[in-house]
Nanobody, 126 residues
Framework: QVHLAESGGGSVQAGGSLRLSCVVS????????MAWFRQAPGKEREGVAA???????SYADSVKGRFTISIDNAKNTLYLQMNSLKPEDTAMYYC????????????????????WGQGILVTVSS
């Protein structure tokens, strides 16, 4: 059973930066696709960024050039570096993992990842 635990959220002014972390435990298969999703109040869940085990990444157009997904395999930790934050980035952010999906699947609206973290709030004020 894969367990995901996010940290690093909080409040920041527009133009600022935050780095989210997600510690991954309880798995032996290194071929997981790892991803970050977000959900703003009253809106549907959105795929933000995803990373395959071979290093392939995918980003939503709304964050491309501002957000970077990465992983430190030695620390079993997934990151989301968020720069140039905007008020519309305000949302609950979720870490997710799946043994079948690929990073490009989040751009096609496939959000049925098998494993999810509890979510962490990011608030960007103008």
């Amino acid at each position: 059973q894969v367990h995901l635990a996010e940290s690093g959220g909080g409040s920041v002014q527009a133009g600022g930066s935050l780095r989210l972390s997600c510690v991954v435990s309880g798995y032996e298969d290194s071929s997981l696709c790892m991803a970050w999703f977000r959900q703003a109040p009253g809106k549907e869940r959105e795929g933000v960024a995803a990373l395959d085990s071979d290093g392939t990444t995918s980003y939503a157009d709304s964050v491309k050039g501002r957000f970077t997904i990465s992983i430190d395999n030695a620390k079993n930790t997934l990151y989301l570096q968020m720069n140039s934050l905007k008020p519309e980035d305000t949302a609950m952010y979720y870490c997710a993992a799946d043994p079948v999906y690929e990073s490009s699947d989040i751009l096609a609206g496939h959000y049925e990842f098998e494993f999810w973290g509890q979510g962490i709030l990011v608030t960007v004020s103008s």
